[in-house]
């Protein structure tokens, strides 16, 4: 299940009806001081699963003032891909994972929304 932060969900536990509400997101690596790598990893299905897509999604909502990439390129783990500015500051989103760049999904000056799929790459294994 996939959801922003501050969805309601209705859940059953043992016979019990209760609301969970979605306060954080995990995020597969930890900030630094000098970039914001904000990845969440989508699984559409077992085949994306096994063929080792990611999809890079905006942290924040805000408005897309670069984009690093190319279609075919091959980045590394580490390397920007998107600079989004939110409240007058720009963050620089990073790859968690080596790969092929297979879809850009965003253009310069587009405003984003939170959650919002960037990039989509093909994983390279090492």
Excluded: C
């Amino acid at each position: 299940m996939e959801a922003e932060p501050g969805h309601v969900f209705k859940v059953t536990v043992d016979g019990k009806e209760l609301q969970v509400e979605l306060k954080t997101v995990h995020y597969d690596q930890a900030a630094t001081a000098s970039e914001t790598p904000m990845v969440v990893r989508q699984q559409i299905s077992a085949g994306s699963e096994i063929a080792g897509l990611l999809t890079i999604r905006a942290p924040i909502p805000g408005e897309v003032k670069k984009v690093a990439v190319k279609i075919g390129e091959v980045i590394g783990e580490g390397d920007m891909v998107v600079v989004i500015e939110a409240m007058k500051m720009e963050n620089n989103i990073v790859s968690s994972a080596a790969g092929r760049v297979k879809e850009i999904l965003v253009k310069e000056g587009q405003n984003v929304k939170l959650n919002q799929a960037l990039v989509s790459l093909e994983v390279i294994r090492k």
